[in-house]
């Protein structure tokens, strides 16, 4: 995994006008919440390569769920611009800018910087003034850096662009694991994992990914350590060893196995030894996903005839269902804030699979908007804030937890089963 090179180096003294912001705390999971308005013109530099970094930033703006991006056909002055110029900001606010960012880039051997500027309007204080420098290869880690640090200088949230989707991707018969950042950047397949694998899932430190592969020709368990890309077998038990799931401290993997008969929840270390049972039932039990505090797992089960959302106490293996509605539920996983659990639902009235959420208790579902065309394999961001998920059209997309807006991540199909990984160094 790239590291960015360098990087931070605050400017300071060039808006002597302007004065640094404290964060404003604003509610953006709240219904009510409309995203903050963001102006920013052309990047000043190199033009191909200034272009392209917008266009990531721009992507980035609308993928956090908390700002939507002027158009610029609307501006006083479309760019390039290099800095904003404290004369400008009247014109800013005219046009109901919330914000305005401007950057220059440079180029320099192999080096990128991106020199960039945020202010926040309302106070005419600059948030950002940083020079951030990558190699050119992987200029798009210089607006990861820059963008969540935007996020925490306007509304105190988490990183969020610092963090991965692994995902199956298929191409032609094979179906291999594959990651990429959350914006869509930095695509590249692991190579290693075989090439049928199933329900790749990410360690709670981001170190290591859980995943299903046929090697043996059987769906056994491995757990590919990303630094070194080893991997280790963790079950391969006669039948299904399938749908891994790390508790939060990273020490205990659930998951399914069908090796003394049905499919049931098991319950393992990390090395694949002491597996515990957890269901008994003459139906299929699978899709395991453990709440943060690691006291209790949602999963699927067939025990009631369709596919239905049950939640367990692990210490006492007491499960209770929780979904009522639907014809066909699956793929539970619960929040990181432990309120919410995201799954796949089938709607009778059009017959197409939907992202839905409820709460552990059962109440309050709610059917996510999505694609409208059949999506599947929900996972959350690392904050909580954002559901991903799969479309039929192979591509993973991103949105909020009330459906306000829906984000395409990636390009050219063949992905499914996502699953979102921590904020990574």
Known sequence: MKKILAVIVIITGLLPSLLMAEPVHIDIEARGFKRLKV?????????????????????????????SLIDPKGYVNPGPMSFVDPSSLPGWNLIGADYVIAARV??????????????????????????????????????????????NKTLGLDPLFSSKFVAVQKIGKKKQLYTVWCDGTGAAPIKG?????????????????????????NPDLYVLDIASFKVDTISSYRGINTTPAFDTSGRKIACTLSKDGDPEIYM????????????????????????????????????????????????????????????????????????????????KPDGRYHIALIRPDGSGMRVLQGTGK????????????????????GNIYITDLIGSFTARVTAGGGFSQPSWSKALE
Not at 193 to 212: H, N, R, T
Not at 298 to 310: K, T
Request: with cysteine.
């Open 39 to 67: 102006a920013m013109p052309a990047f000043a530099g190199s033009r191909a390569l200034a272009d392209s970094i917008r266009s990531i930033c721009a992507k980035d703006l609308e993928i956090s769920g908390a700002f």
């Open 106 to 151: 440079d180029v320099q051997d192999s080096l990128v910087n991106l020199v960039i500027q945020a202010v926040e309007l309302s106070t005419s204080r600059v948030l950002i003034n940083t020079v951030y420098t990558t190699k050119a290869d992987t200029a798009y880690r210089a607006v990861h850096a820059f963008m969540d640090s935007f996020l």
């Open 193 to 217: 994992g075989g090439e049928l694998v199933l329900d790749p899932a990410w360690s709670p430190d981001g170190k290591k990914i859980a995943f299903v592969s046929y090697w043996r020709n």
């Open 268 to 347: 393992m270390d990390r090395d694949g030894k002491n597996p515990l049972r957890l269901t008994n039932s003459w139906a299929i039990d699978t899709s395991p996903s453990f709440s943060p505090d690691g006291k209790r797992l949602v999963f699927c089960s067939s025990r009631a005839g369709n596919p239905h959302i049950y939640l367990m106490d692990v210490f006492s293996r007491k499960a209770d269902r929780i979904t009522f509605q639907g014809t066909y539920n699956t793929e539970p996983v619960f929040s990181p804030k432990g309120d919410l659990v995201a799954f796949t639902y089938l709607s």
């Open 374 to 393: 059949g999506d599947e394999s929900p996972t959350f961001s690392p904050d909580g804030r954002l559901v991903a998920f799969t479309s039929t059209d």
